[in-house]
């Protein structure tokens, strides 16, 4: 039987974090000490009081099927959470607990993008969005940023993007790959524009909020009123602040009749999230949160540390992030130059394969993430594995002609 797969399989392409971060993988099961900077989760473990509520809901029995959107703790935990953090309100019924931040992402466009609508997404961006997008058959409008500028979207870039076919904006702060920041003068300028818009959606992905640096505050376009709480759909999630990458818990909050829609989009593909990780994450959410300081503290240490590094590697420069844990460095110096075998890098891709080839290093090149010329790098990994690989792309780079 010949196999014919659905159309739709040719709109995306595989993630390239996972891919890199399965080649690192693959190479460190073979005993080759490989440095990987591709990972986008925090090497710290869970804190205990978090593993010890899924300890107690396991012991509780706590393991059937729960509502498909997610159990009723969890969901009023949520809307504490948004509560105390954003000063919002929001009900239950406007929750919804999905299978990690990607899943929750998944909904909104699987619930709102139809053929032929557009999808503003700034560049760089992270590798899911315009996947997810073509997927749904919509299109993804890629913007370019400006270094210059912090990786951040103008306003007269946001406007010059905006055409009647657009559906959506994605605003991603603080951002992956490249920990730039919105600050709160900026998304009001953004709100600015997209007020002559009033049909635009904004999908405010939140996952890095918790993760700040050099005074920055994370803001959201949803507390400007309650006009901006009703077209924003706020999608966060326990991954990154809580070091919860594996118990694949996300939520989103956004109007009701959406989050009934998106739910039972969730009941006729994956029903309800993990019932035990759904226990922990309500001990996570309303829990102590005083590790997340020394967290904090531990990544800024990196950033300073990879950063600074970065900028004395001879054809690299490197912006420093405001927030998340990832660097993001212009490696144009570098492209052009020819290997000690002769091999010329003519583009991301092929440094990032130069480095794990060669030098035992995985980074994630900057194509994929709409963004040539750059490559990105996780510091959510111990300083002794940062100065390691740092060591090994400094002689590398050096090595060049």
């Known amino acids: 039987m010949k196999l014919k797969l659905a159309s739709r399989n040719a709109r995306i392409q595989p993630s390239a974090t996972l891919a890199i971060t399965a080649k690192a993988n693959e190479l460190k099961a073979k005993g080759i000490d490989v440095v990987g900077f591709g990972a986008g989760e925090p090497d710290f473990d869970t804190p205990d009081h978090i593993k010890q509520a899924a300890k107690?809901?396991?012991?509780?029995?706590q393991t059937k099927y729960t509502p498909v959107g997610g159990t009723k703790e969890l969901k009023e935990t949520v809307c504490a959470k948004f509560r105390r953090d954003y000063g919002l309100d929001y009900t239950p019924a406007e929750i919804l607990i999905s299978v990690g931040?990607?899943?929750s992402l998944f909904n909104i466009f699987m619930a709102l993008?139809?053929?032929?609508?557009?999808?503003?997404?700034?560049?760089p961006y992270w590798v899911s969005y315009p996947e997810m997008v073509a997927f749904c058959g919509g299109t993804p409008v890629c913007v370019p940023t400006k270094e210059s500028n912090g990786f951040c979207m103008t306003p007269a870039e946001l406007e010059a993007a905006i055409t009647p076919r657009t559906k959506i904006f994605i605003l991603n702060s603080p951002s992956n790959p490249t920990g730039g920041m919105y600050s709160e003068e900026h998304i009001r300028a953004l709100a600015a524009v997209l007020e002559k818009h009033p049909d635009i959606w904004i999908v405010s992905d939140d996952i890095y909020e918790k993760l700040t640096y050099d005074g920055m505050r994370f803001f959201s376009?949803?507390?400007?009123?309650?006009?901006?709480?009703?077209?924003?759909?706020?999608?966060?999630g326990m991954s990154k602040a809580y070091s919860m990458t594996g118990w694949r818990i996300g939520f989103t909050a956004a109007p009701k009749d959406l989050t009934s829609a998106m739910d039972t989009i969730q009941g006729?593909?994956?029903s309800n999230p993990t019932s035990i990780a759904q226990a922990a994450s309500v001990a996570g959410l309303s829990g102590d949160h005083s590790f997340l300081t020394a967290w904090v503290a531990e990544f800024d240490r990196r950033r300073r540390y990879i950063v600074e590094r970065l900028n004395r590697i001879p054809g690299i420069s490197c912006f420093t992030p405001k927030g998340a844990f990832y660097a993001f460095p212009n490696i144009s110096g570098l492209l052009g130059k020819k290997t000690p075998s002769g091999k010329t890098l003519t583009d991301s891709m092929g440094v990032a394969a130069w480095l794990i080839e060669e030098h035992n290093v995985a980074v994630v090149p900057g194509a994929p993430f709409g963004a040539e010329g750059f490559m990105r790098l996780s510091y959510a990994t111990s300083m002794e594995q940062i100065t390691k690989g740092l060591d090994r792309i400094e002689t590398a780079a050096k090595s060049l002609k």
């Open 101 to 103: 931040g990607k899943h």
């Open 113 to 123: 993008v139809e053929e032929g609508d557009e999808v503003i997404i700034p560049a």
């Open 268 to 270: 006729q593909s994956t």
């Open 221 to 236: 376009i949803a507390t400007i009123s309650p006009a901006w709480k009703a077209r924003t759909i706020v999608c966060n």
């Open 56 to 61: 107690t809901a396991l012991d509780k029995g």
